[in-house]
Protein backbone atom coordinates (compact mmCIF):
# COMPACT_ATOMS: atom_id res chain seq x y z
CA UNK A 1 0.00 0.00 0.00
CA UNK A 2 1.46 3.37 -1.17
CA UNK A 3 2.15 5.94 1.95
CA UNK A 4 -0.33 8.83 1.99
CA UNK A 5 0.97 12.16 0.69
CA UNK A 6 0.88 15.16 2.52
CA UNK A 7 -2.24 16.56 1.09
CA UNK A 8 -4.29 13.04 1.91
CA UNK A 9 -3.14 13.37 5.01
CA UNK A 10 -4.15 17.05 5.70
CA UNK A 11 -7.88 16.45 3.91
CA UNK A 12 -7.98 13.36 6.94
CA UNK A 13 -7.54 16.33 9.06
CA UNK A 14 -9.78 18.54 7.77
CA UNK A 15 -12.25 15.53 7.99
CA UNK A 16 -11.41 15.16 11.97
CA UNK A 17 -8.46 13.14 12.00
CA UNK A 18 -6.23 15.18 14.08
CA UNK A 19 -3.85 12.08 14.64
CA UNK A 20 -3.03 12.56 11.08
CA UNK A 21 -1.83 15.98 11.77
CA UNK A 22 1.24 14.31 13.84
CA UNK A 23 3.25 12.54 10.54
CA UNK A 24 3.14 16.30 8.74
CA UNK A 25 4.88 17.90 11.90
CA UNK A 26 7.44 14.78 12.11
CA UNK A 27 7.98 15.29 8.52
CA UNK A 28 8.11 19.28 8.66
CA UNK A 29 9.48 19.99 11.77
CA UNK A 30 13.04 20.20 10.74
CA UNK A 31 12.81 22.30 7.79
CA UNK A 32 10.58 24.77 9.28
CA UNK A 33 12.23 25.21 12.00
CA UNK A 34 15.32 25.65 10.17
CA UNK A 35 13.63 28.05 7.90
CA UNK A 36 12.42 29.94 10.78
CA UNK A 37 15.19 30.19 12.83
CA UNK A 38 16.96 31.94 9.24
CA UNK A 39 14.89 34.21 9.63
CA UNK A 40 14.65 35.32 13.21
CA UNK A 41 18.22 34.06 14.13
CA UNK A 42 16.78 32.84 17.29
CA UNK A 43 16.23 29.11 18.20
CA UNK A 44 14.09 28.98 20.61
CA UNK A 45 11.74 31.97 19.17
CA UNK A 46 11.66 29.37 15.85
CA UNK A 47 10.63 26.76 17.47
CA UNK A 48 7.86 29.05 19.12
CA UNK A 49 6.61 30.11 15.75
CA UNK A 50 7.32 26.80 14.06
CA UNK A 51 4.22 25.37 16.78
CA UNK A 52 2.51 28.69 15.97
CA UNK A 53 2.45 27.60 11.81
CA UNK A 54 1.21 23.99 12.58
CA UNK A 55 -1.19 25.75 14.60
CA UNK A 56 -2.49 27.76 12.38
CA UNK A 57 -2.60 24.72 10.13
CA UNK A 58 -4.66 22.93 12.56
CA UNK A 59 -6.84 26.09 12.98
CA UNK A 60 -7.19 26.31 8.69
CA UNK A 61 -8.30 22.83 8.36
CA UNK A 62 -11.86 23.28 7.29
CA UNK A 63 -10.71 25.62 4.37
CA UNK A 64 -7.70 23.29 3.20
CA UNK A 65 -7.96 22.66 -0.48
CA UNK A 66 -5.18 20.67 -1.76
CA UNK A 67 -4.64 22.86 -4.77
CA UNK A 68 -1.17 23.29 -4.51
CA UNK A 69 1.26 21.09 -2.85
CA UNK A 70 1.21 20.76 1.02
CA UNK A 71 4.60 22.02 1.91
CA UNK A 72 3.74 25.54 -0.26
CA UNK A 73 0.97 25.90 1.75
CA UNK A 74 3.20 25.28 4.88
CA UNK A 75 6.10 27.89 4.30
CA UNK A 76 3.66 30.47 2.89
CA UNK A 77 2.08 30.46 6.69
CA UNK A 78 5.45 30.07 7.95
CA UNK A 79 6.96 33.07 5.48
CA UNK A 80 3.60 35.23 7.45
CA UNK A 81 4.10 34.33 10.49
CA UNK A 82 8.23 34.91 10.21
CA UNK A 83 7.25 38.39 9.13
CA UNK A 84 4.74 39.39 10.81
CA UNK A 85 7.14 38.76 14.01
CA UNK A 86 10.08 40.50 12.78
CA UNK A 87 7.60 43.23 11.45
CA UNK A 88 6.10 43.71 15.09
CA UNK A 89 9.66 44.92 16.11
CA UNK A 90 9.86 42.56 19.57
CA UNK A 91 12.81 40.07 17.92
CA UNK A 92 14.59 43.44 16.41
CA UNK A 93 14.21 44.97 19.62
CA UNK A 94 15.57 41.71 21.33
CA UNK A 95 18.45 40.92 18.93
CA UNK A 96 19.89 45.05 19.20
CA UNK A 97 21.13 44.85 22.43
CA UNK A 98 23.42 47.87 23.24
CA UNK A 99 25.99 45.29 23.67
CA UNK A 100 25.84 44.32 20.24
CA UNK A 101 25.31 47.78 18.71
CA UNK A 102 27.18 50.39 17.44
CA UNK A 103 26.42 54.59 17.84
CA UNK A 104 23.64 54.09 15.07
CA UNK A 105 22.18 51.01 17.23
CA UNK A 106 23.49 49.07 13.94
CA UNK A 107 24.45 45.56 15.12
CA UNK A 108 28.09 45.25 14.56
CA UNK A 109 29.42 43.00 12.05
CA UNK A 110 31.35 40.64 14.84
CA UNK A 111 28.32 39.74 16.61
CA UNK A 112 27.75 36.15 16.16
CA UNK A 113 24.50 34.83 16.36
CA UNK A 114 24.38 33.01 19.98
CA UNK A 115 22.77 30.17 19.15
CA UNK A 116 25.64 29.73 16.34
CA UNK A 117 28.01 30.69 19.22
CA UNK A 118 26.57 27.72 21.34
CA UNK A 119 27.05 25.20 18.69
CA UNK A 120 30.55 26.18 17.59
CA UNK A 121 31.09 26.01 21.19
CA UNK A 122 29.90 22.12 20.96
CA UNK A 123 32.53 21.21 18.69
CA UNK A 124 35.36 23.78 19.70
CA UNK A 125 37.44 21.29 21.35
CA UNK A 126 37.90 19.47 18.17
CA UNK A 127 39.23 22.38 16.05
CA UNK A 128 43.20 23.20 16.90
CA UNK A 129 42.68 26.23 18.22
CA UNK A 130 40.99 29.41 20.03
CA UNK A 131 41.91 31.85 17.06
CA UNK A 132 40.28 29.33 14.62
CA UNK A 133 37.30 28.71 16.30
CA UNK A 134 36.82 32.84 16.47
CA UNK A 135 37.80 33.20 12.92
CA UNK A 136 34.94 30.11 12.38
CA UNK A 137 32.28 32.48 14.40
CA UNK A 138 33.01 35.92 12.68
CA UNK A 139 32.77 34.11 9.21
CA UNK A 140 29.26 33.39 10.18
CA UNK A 141 28.07 36.11 11.53
CA UNK A 142 29.16 37.56 8.08
CA UNK A 143 27.79 35.35 6.14
CA UNK A 144 24.54 35.45 8.44
CA UNK A 145 24.98 39.39 7.93
CA UNK A 146 25.28 39.00 4.43
CA UNK A 147 22.01 37.24 4.08
CA UNK A 148 19.90 39.17 6.10
CA UNK A 149 21.02 42.59 4.46
CA UNK A 150 19.21 41.46 1.25
CA UNK A 151 15.96 43.12 0.42
CA UNK A 152 13.15 40.72 2.07
CA UNK A 153 11.69 39.46 -1.38
CA UNK A 154 15.44 38.19 -1.80
CA UNK A 155 16.00 37.48 1.18
CA UNK A 156 12.40 34.92 1.15
CA UNK A 157 13.77 33.36 -2.15
CA UNK A 158 17.17 32.44 -1.20
CA UNK A 159 16.22 30.82 2.40
CA UNK A 160 13.55 29.20 0.50
CA UNK A 161 15.41 28.05 -2.58
CA UNK A 162 19.07 27.52 -1.02
CA UNK A 163 18.13 25.91 2.45
CA UNK A 164 15.01 24.54 2.04
CA UNK A 165 15.36 23.68 -1.81
CA UNK A 166 11.57 23.75 -2.80
CA UNK A 167 11.12 24.16 -6.58
CA UNK A 168 10.90 27.10 -8.65
CA UNK A 169 7.07 26.70 -8.79
CA UNK A 170 6.40 26.43 -5.09
CA UNK A 171 8.56 29.68 -4.07
CA UNK A 172 7.18 31.75 -6.97
CA UNK A 173 3.60 30.88 -5.17
CA UNK A 174 4.87 31.64 -2.06
CA UNK A 175 6.41 34.50 -2.91
CA UNK A 176 3.47 35.72 -5.44
CA UNK A 177 5.61 35.71 -8.52
CA UNK A 178 5.95 34.15 -11.66
CA UNK A 179 8.62 31.48 -12.06
CA UNK A 180 10.50 33.71 -14.54
CA UNK A 181 10.39 36.45 -12.24
CA UNK A 182 11.23 34.66 -9.60
CA UNK A 183 14.49 32.51 -11.50
CA UNK A 184 15.37 36.86 -11.99
CA UNK A 185 15.27 37.67 -8.60
CA UNK A 186 17.25 34.80 -7.38
CA UNK A 187 19.99 35.74 -9.61
CA UNK A 188 20.22 39.14 -8.36
CA UNK A 189 20.11 37.76 -4.51
CA UNK A 190 23.18 35.42 -5.58
CA UNK A 191 24.85 38.13 -7.69
CA UNK A 192 24.43 40.64 -4.37
CA UNK A 193 25.82 37.96 -1.86
CA UNK A 194 28.69 37.34 -4.19
CA UNK A 195 29.76 40.99 -4.22
CA UNK A 196 29.62 41.10 -0.34
CA UNK A 197 31.48 37.76 0.66
CA UNK A 198 33.64 38.15 -2.44
CA UNK A 199 36.62 37.48 0.02
CA UNK A 200 35.17 33.87 1.38
CA UNK A 201 34.38 33.01 -1.99
CA UNK A 202 37.77 33.40 -3.49
CA UNK A 203 39.27 31.77 -0.37
CA UNK A 204 37.27 28.88 -1.27
CA UNK A 205 38.08 28.92 -4.73
CA UNK A 206 41.64 29.42 -3.90
CA UNK B 1 23.67 32.31 -28.08
CA UNK B 2 23.59 36.08 -28.52
CA UNK B 3 25.76 38.44 -25.61
CA UNK B 4 25.83 36.78 -22.28
CA UNK B 5 23.73 34.46 -20.11
CA UNK B 6 20.00 35.66 -19.51
CA UNK B 7 19.43 36.43 -15.82
CA UNK B 8 16.89 33.67 -15.64
CA UNK B 9 18.85 31.16 -16.69
CA UNK B 10 22.02 31.54 -14.39
CA UNK B 11 20.44 29.88 -11.32
CA UNK B 12 18.17 26.92 -13.16
CA UNK B 13 21.99 26.33 -14.85
CA UNK B 14 23.92 25.66 -12.14
CA UNK B 15 20.84 23.97 -10.23
CA UNK B 16 20.94 21.25 -12.95
CA UNK B 17 17.17 22.53 -14.40
CA UNK B 18 17.57 23.87 -17.45
CA UNK B 19 15.99 21.84 -20.79
CA UNK B 20 18.68 19.40 -22.39
CA UNK B 21 18.68 21.66 -25.14
CA UNK B 22 19.44 25.12 -23.02
CA UNK B 23 21.81 23.41 -21.30
CA UNK B 24 23.92 22.36 -23.98
CA UNK B 25 23.18 25.69 -25.52
CA UNK B 26 24.40 27.61 -21.88
CA UNK B 27 27.40 24.85 -22.11
CA UNK B 28 29.04 26.32 -25.39
CA UNK B 29 28.35 29.76 -24.80
CA UNK B 30 30.40 28.92 -21.38
CA UNK B 31 33.22 27.89 -22.93
CA UNK B 32 33.19 30.63 -25.68
CA UNK B 33 33.25 33.89 -23.01
CA UNK B 34 35.15 34.01 -19.77
CA UNK B 35 33.22 36.41 -18.51
CA UNK B 36 29.76 34.48 -17.72
CA UNK B 37 32.50 31.30 -16.87
CA UNK B 38 34.02 33.11 -14.30
CA UNK B 39 30.66 34.61 -13.00
CA UNK B 40 29.39 30.84 -13.35
CA UNK B 41 32.20 29.61 -11.13
CA UNK B 42 31.70 32.17 -8.73
CA UNK B 43 28.20 31.73 -8.03
CA UNK B 44 29.18 28.15 -7.47
CA UNK B 45 31.70 28.75 -4.89
CA UNK B 46 29.25 31.11 -3.27
CA UNK B 47 26.40 28.22 -2.65
CA UNK B 48 29.24 26.88 -0.63
CA UNK B 49 29.98 29.34 1.38
CA UNK B 50 26.16 29.49 1.89
CA UNK B 51 26.37 25.87 2.96
CA UNK B 52 28.23 26.87 6.03
CA UNK B 53 25.05 28.64 7.66
CA UNK B 54 23.53 25.62 9.50
CA UNK B 55 20.15 25.36 10.43
CA UNK B 56 19.11 25.33 14.86
CA UNK B 57 18.35 21.81 16.34
CA UNK B 58 15.10 21.08 16.82
CA UNK B 59 14.12 19.85 20.02
CA UNK B 60 13.12 16.58 21.15
CA UNK B 61 9.97 17.53 22.67
CA UNK B 62 8.49 19.40 19.30
CA UNK B 63 6.49 17.18 18.18
CA UNK B 64 5.03 16.92 21.45
CA UNK B 65 4.39 20.61 22.59
CA UNK B 66 2.14 21.30 19.19
CA UNK B 67 -0.32 18.67 19.99
CA UNK B 68 -0.44 20.44 23.66
CA UNK B 69 -0.95 23.82 21.60
CA UNK B 70 -3.37 22.43 19.17
CA UNK B 71 -5.14 20.23 22.34
CA UNK B 72 -5.12 23.52 24.94
CA UNK B 73 -7.10 25.44 22.14
CA UNK B 74 -9.48 22.21 20.97
CA UNK B 75 -10.72 22.61 24.86
CA UNK B 76 -10.33 26.55 24.99
CA UNK B 77 -12.97 26.33 22.27
CA UNK B 78 -14.71 24.02 24.13
CA UNK B 79 -15.47 25.90 26.56
CA UNK B 80 -15.54 28.99 25.18
CA UNK B 81 -18.16 27.04 23.00
CA UNK B 82 -20.29 26.47 26.11
CA UNK B 83 -19.94 29.70 27.44
CA UNK B 84 -21.57 30.53 24.27
CA UNK B 85 -25.00 28.43 25.02
CA UNK B 86 -25.23 29.45 28.19
CA UNK B 87 -24.83 32.93 27.82
CA UNK B 88 -27.16 32.75 25.00
CA UNK B 89 -29.84 30.93 27.53
CA UNK B 90 -29.39 33.43 30.18
CA UNK B 91 -29.72 36.08 27.89
CA UNK B 92 -33.05 34.34 26.32
CA UNK B 93 -34.42 34.41 30.01
CA UNK B 94 -33.29 37.77 30.97
CA UNK B 95 -35.66 38.47 27.12
CA UNK B 96 -38.56 36.79 28.57
CA UNK B 97 -38.81 38.15 31.83
CA UNK B 98 -38.99 41.63 30.76
CA UNK B 99 -41.36 40.67 28.03
CA UNK B 100 -43.80 39.42 30.81
CA UNK B 101 -42.68 42.74 33.05
CA UNK B 102 -43.93 44.73 30.14
CA UNK B 103 -47.02 42.95 28.45
CA UNK B 104 -48.70 42.20 32.15
CA UNK B 105 -51.10 44.97 33.64
CA UNK B 106 -50.00 46.17 37.13
CA UNK B 107 -51.05 44.33 40.12
CA UNK B 108 -52.97 45.38 42.75
CA UNK B 109 -50.57 46.08 45.74
CA UNK B 110 -51.18 43.68 48.13
CA UNK B 111 -51.22 46.30 50.48
CA UNK B 112 -52.30 49.70 51.25
CA UNK B 113 -54.06 52.74 53.12
CA UNK B 114 -57.94 51.95 53.55
CA UNK B 115 -58.43 54.91 51.92
CA UNK B 116 -56.78 53.53 48.63
CA UNK B 117 -58.61 50.41 48.66
CA UNK B 118 -62.47 52.35 49.43
CA UNK B 119 -63.14 53.54 46.10
CA UNK B 120 -66.35 54.87 44.94
CA UNK B 121 -67.67 53.05 42.09
CA UNK B 122 -67.74 56.38 40.17
CA UNK B 123 -64.15 56.68 40.61
CA UNK B 124 -63.61 53.31 39.57
CA UNK B 125 -65.89 53.74 36.60
CA UNK B 126 -63.26 57.06 35.70
CA UNK B 127 -60.05 55.26 36.53
CA UNK B 128 -61.23 52.21 34.37
CA UNK B 129 -62.11 54.96 31.45
CA UNK B 130 -58.50 56.72 31.61
CA UNK B 131 -56.71 53.47 31.65
CA UNK B 132 -59.49 51.94 28.64
CA UNK B 133 -60.71 54.70 26.92
CA UNK B 134 -63.58 54.54 24.98
CA UNK B 135 -62.81 54.64 21.07
CA UNK B 136 -64.59 55.89 18.76
CA UNK B 137 -65.35 53.92 15.44
CA UNK B 138 -66.51 55.86 12.49
CA UNK B 139 -65.94 59.10 14.30
CA UNK B 140 -66.00 60.97 10.80
CA UNK B 141 -69.69 59.23 10.58
CA UNK B 142 -70.52 59.90 13.45
CA UNK B 143 -69.17 63.32 13.65
CA UNK B 144 -71.59 64.52 10.83
CA UNK B 145 -75.05 62.14 11.93
CA UNK B 146 -77.42 64.50 12.63
CA UNK B 147 -79.47 62.78 14.61
CA UNK B 148 -77.30 63.19 17.18
CA UNK B 149 -77.72 66.94 17.05
CA UNK B 150 -80.33 68.16 18.13
CA UNK B 151 -81.65 70.96 15.81
CA UNK B 152 -81.91 74.32 16.69
CA UNK B 153 -85.29 75.33 17.34
CA UNK B 154 -86.62 77.25 14.63
CA UNK B 155 -87.28 81.03 15.73
CA UNK B 156 -90.84 81.90 14.84
CA UNK B 157 -91.21 85.11 13.23
CA UNK B 158 -93.37 87.60 15.05
CA UNK B 159 -97.14 87.94 13.72
CA UNK B 160 -97.50 90.70 11.97
CA UNK B 161 -100.99 92.40 11.65
CA UNK B 162 -101.29 94.41 8.73
CA UNK B 163 -102.59 97.23 8.85
CA UNK B 164 -104.99 99.21 6.52
Known amino acids: MAAESDEQQMLRVKAGDADALTPLVERYRTPLVHFLYRMVHDAATAEELAQEVFLRVYRARSSYKPRA ?14 LNSLRDGRLRRAREVPAGSDAAG ?13 RLADVADA ?4 EQYLMERERLAVIRQAV ?17 ELDYREIADILDCSESALKSLLFRAYEALRIRLKPFVANREA | MDGHLREEQVVP ?4 RLAREEQEAVERHLAACAECRTRIEDLRGLLGVLDEWRGADVSPGFPAAVRQRIEAESASVGRSGSWSWAYAGALAVAAAVLLVIIVQPPAPEPSGSPAEITQTPEETAEEMALVEPVVLENYDLLRDFDLLFEPPAEKKPPDKKQGT
Not at chain 1, 127 to 130: G, I, L
Not at chain 1, 149 to 159: H, I
Open chain 2, 13 to 16: YLDG
Open chain 1, 148 to 164: EELPEKQRLAVLLHKYQ
Open chain 1, 69 to 82: KFSTWLFKIATNVA
Open chain 1, 106 to 118: NPKRNEAAGEEHE
Open chain 1, 127 to 130: RPTM
